[in-house]
Structures are given as structure tokens and as C-alpha cells.
């Protein structure tokens, strides 16, 4: 019969065999998933990318005195999980709607850590702004501003 100490041991030694025959850890292989081509060259594997949007719960609005005015948010959110990968701001006009998209494209096979990243950003508005109401809405959040 086997002592526990004895089945340690053996479990023991058969992992420290695994690593010396080059047996990848999953940490080693999450890496290796995590690694994007920017162009892909002839023979890359193409990635199937998911749009992952940024939770906007804060947005401080500036707006300059002088003539054009300009617009400035302040944003504070959280990213949904733990994987460092670029951060794309996308902006859009139309009458008074100003839209602010923040998210990050993700592989859709990615594995990340599952842990909130918070995410703060000054965003200059492109173009100005005349005297008027508007309502800017980063991701889901909305904020009316009066200029």
C-alpha cells in the first residue's frame, strides 16, 4: 500500500519528466494565442476578430471659451476582462448626436484573464461645436451638453 508521501513524490517526478520533454504550460499556450498579426504576410493563419466595447460609467465634458468651440471628454469605464490589446476610439456626427465608440478587437478564440481593466482617456471631439444642445453618447453611456 502507498504512503501519501510516496504518491507525492511519484506525481512529483512525473511532472518535473513532463517539463524536461518540452511540454508547453498553459500559460505558454495562452501567450501564443494572444500574439496578432498587424498584416498578415502569405501563409499567416486569418483571425476571426470580435468588436468588444469598453463600459463607459463616467464622461466629464470641457468646452473651450474661444471661438470655434472645441470639445473635450474626460471618460472613465472598464474594460470586461484582462487581456492588453489596443484601445480604438471611433467618432461620428449627425446634427446634434455626437457618438463616441470605445472598444477593443479581441480573436474571437482568445483566452484572457477574467478580471475588470479600468480604463480612463482624454478624447479631444473632432471639428467644432456651435452654441446649441447636444447629446454625446460614449458606448452606452449619454450625456446632454449645452454649449
Known sequence: ??????????????????????????ISQQAAKTTIPTQPSEGDEVREIEKVMTHIFRVDVSVTEDDPRRVTLNVAGEHPDGCELPVHVAQSREGSAVRVEIYRELPVD????????????????????????????VNEHTQPVDI
Do not use: K, N, W
Request: charged share 15%; net charge negative.
Open 1 to 26: 500500500m502507498f504512503r501519501v508521501d510516496m504518491l507525492l513524490a511519484l506525481l512529483l517526478l512525473a511532472l518535473g519528466l513532463l517539463g524536461l520533454h518540452g511540454a508547453e504550460s498553459p
Open 110 to 137: 482568445i483566452v484572457c484573464p477574467m478580471i475588470l481593466r479600468p480604463y480612463q482617456d482624454t478624447i479631444q471631439l473632432d471639428g467644432a461645436f456651435a452654441a446649441g444642445s447636444y447629446r454625446i453618447h
